[in-house]
DNA sequence: GGTTGAGTGGGGTGCCGTTG
DNA sequence: CAACGGCACCCCACTCAACC
């Protein structure tokens, strides 16, 4: 069963659950009081309630881990250099392949090898976060190996360095909206309730102004129109792949189980952790 | 209105230190 | 000794402001 199918029964609504997945990220699961806090800050659901939809969340991490809901490799060819492969090298003195030279020297490296990183995806993004409540902080391995499979440990310890980076800056100010921004699980929630993401104000409309923005990584990322990455429309409603840690009010067909972006995995198919455009708004503030 | 330059963000990689 | 994580650095893509 899968968060959203139960969804519909308890009625969580978007903001519901925006405000449960934060909790969650704000309340660990060794913090005294944890539901109490978390019933705080979910107005209108009662401590049973959110134990209930954690357990969802909880089951449906668990179905991953446990292999019931297999995943995809996604280091087929599509994948380029970036995600060499979850598990394959994951390493880093050894993990990296091009191994070469040191790198910073040389421009013998063509770019061609080391460039292009693909970009996180939103969804990537929120099962990092989901690892780090649930695996804790430094435990890049096990983030990699059973939630980001797209990832090995070595690019979720480069996501996650530049992400606490970005939450330590948080206070500063900050010019651009970035996936790290992304502070909790729930479907483009830009956390704003932690930290306003630098005052962007032009969220939608800066949206619809037409500017590409790097946040949707276009396929011209170097990984030739994958399907992962394909880029949806800005705050296109994501019918499909797309799910979000617990059960976002999202327009989902009636997928086989899919959970957290991964459904049900029809051989040769293309994977579904869709690309999403991140929904955080879009600065237009001036950043100088 | 279009072009150019500067600044910033972000991903990847290598080195170093720590731990088992 | 090997494996792993953290940190620092490098380079590219993108955005925005300034200039023409």
New binding site residues.
């Given amino acids: 069963m899968s968060v959203d199918e139960m969804d519909v029964s308890s009625e969580w609504s978007w903001e519901q659950d925006k405000a449960f997945e934060s909790a969650l990220v704000n309340h660990p699961e060794d913090a005294p009081d944890r539901w109490e806090k978390i019933v705080d800050d979910v107005p209108g659901k009662t401590i049973e309630e959110i134990k209930q939809h954690y357990e969802l969340l909880v089951e449906d991490i668990n179905q991953i881990e446990s292999g019931c809901v297999p995943l995809p490799s996604y280091n087929s060819s599509l994948e380029g250099?970036?995600?060499?492969s979850s598990d394959e090298g994951?390493?880093?003195?050894?993990?990296?392949?091009?191994?070469?030279?040191?790198?910073?020297?040389?421009?013998s490296?063509s770019?061609q090898?080391?460039?292009?990183?693909?970009?996180?995806t939103e969804d990537e993004h929120r099962l990092f976060l989901l690892g780090l409540e649930k695996y804790g902080?430094?435990?890049?391995?096990?983030i990699s190996r059973n939630l980001v499979l797209t990832?090995n440990?070595?690019?979720v310890?480069?996501?996650?360095?530049?992400y606490?980076i970005?939450l330590n800056?948080m206070n500063k100010d900050?010019?651009?909206?970035?996936?790290?921004?992304i502070t909790s699980i729930d479907n483009g929630d830009v956390s704003a309730s932690q930290v306003p993401i630098t005052g962007q104000t032009n969220d939608s409309e800066?949206n619809s102004t037409g500017?590409?923005?790097?946040?949707v990584p276009?396929a011209?990322?170097g990984v030739p129109s994958v399907g992962i990455y394909a880029a949806p429309t800005i705050r296109q409603p994501i019918g499909g792949p797309l799910v979000s840690a617990v059960g976002t009010p999202m327009n989902l067909p009636a997928a086989g189980h899919m959970v957290y972006g991964v459904r049900a995995p029809i051989p040769g198919a293309p994977m579904n952790i869709s690309p999403m455009a991140y929904t955080m708004s879009?600065?237009?503030?001036?950043?100088?």
């Fill in positions: 250099s970036a995600s060499r994951a390493g880093k003195k050894g993990g990296h392949q091009n191994s070469g030279s040191n790198h910073g020297t040389n421009t490296r770019d090898e080391r460039r292009k990183g693909i970009a996180w902080k430094g435990d890049w391995r096990s990832r440990p070595t690019q310890a480069s996501h996650a360095q530049k606490f970005r800056s900050r010019r651009r909206s970035s996936i790290h921004d800066a500017k590409p923005g790097k946040q276009p011209s990322i879009h600065t237009s503030v001036p950043h100088r």
